[in-house]
T-cell receptor, first 111, second 114 residues
Framework: GQQVMQIPQYQHVQEGEDFTTYCNSS?????IQWYKQRPGGHPVFLIQ?????EVKKQKRLTFQFGEAKKNSSLHITATQTTDVGTYFC???????????FGTGTQLKVEL | DAGVIQSPRHEVTEMGQEVTLRCKPI?????LFWYRQTMMRGLELLIY????????DSGMPEDRFSAKMPNASFSTLKIQPSEPRDSAVYFC????????????FGQGTRLTVV
């Protein structure tokens, strides 16, 4: 079936270092969404990208949607301890608005 | 709006018992999703509804799982009989279909089957 994979699965960084997670879909997506889940919490929507090659920024976070609309990335500049959590990409698969989540990247930030 | 409301927050039950999880979506949202989260399998979509109608239940593990949405403001996920491997966090989420498919999640129900 349709799959959405993310790499890496885990990432430990020192505070101040940059972080990137990559998302790849087996099929073309009409849009890609990114969510953050804090430890013990629930996924919270961050952003949605719709256009091929689109780049959006939220403060230290930069989101990119690939030209083929099958991959995406999230880059965090100068990580802080508040960035700790698991980052998921998600996209509508199988027609309609069936929202399939990626495998997630767990980020840990050490002082 | 109070957001998506799930109950109970925690449930501990014995193997073989029936478990019912409840969800109240955000008013006005017409799509509702049930997800299961485990360390091994991540966030799995179990079933989703559009306008109270089940659209895709291909993620439901087996016949022990069933979900209903009798009206726009309430949904249930039932497991009968429950098994230890059903232990997980179950999330309900709702969304508009337009202008965005952003999903709003509830706090989740942590289910432990012993």
């Amino acid at each position: 079936g349709q799959q959405v994979m993310q790499i890496p699965q885990y990432q430990h960084v020192q505070e101040g270092e940059d972080f990137t997670t990559y998302c790849n879909s087996s099929t073309t997506l009409s849009n890609i969404q990114w969510y953050k889940q804090r430890p013990g919490g629930h996924p919270v929507f961050l952003i949605q990208l719709v256009k091929s090659g689109e780049v959006k920024k939220q403060k230290r976070l930069t989101f990119q949607f690939g030209e083929a609309k099958k991959n995406s990335s999230l880059h965090i500049t100068a990580t802080q301890t508040t960035d700790v959590g698991t980052y998921f990409c998600a996209g509508p698969t199988g027609g309609g608005n069936k929202l399939t989540f990626g495998t997630g990247t767990q980020l840990k930030v050490e002082l | 709006d109070a957001g998506v409301i799930q109950s109970p927050r925690h449930e501990v039950t014995e193997m073989g018992q029936e478990v019912t999880l409840r969800c109240k979506p955000i008013s006005g949202h017409n799509s509702l999703f049930w997800y299961r989260q485990t360390m091994m399998r991540g966030l799995e979509l179990l079933i989703y509804f559009n306008n109270n109608v089940p659209i895709d239940d291909s993620g439901m593990p087996e016949d022990r799982f069933s979900a209903k949405m009798p009206n726009a403001s309430f949904s249930t996920l039932k497991i009968q009989p429950s098994e230890p491997r059903d232990s997980a966090v179950y999330f309900c989420a709702s969304s508009h279909r337009v202008p965005t498919t952003e999903a709003f999640f509830g706090q989740g129900t942590r289910l432990t089957v012993v």
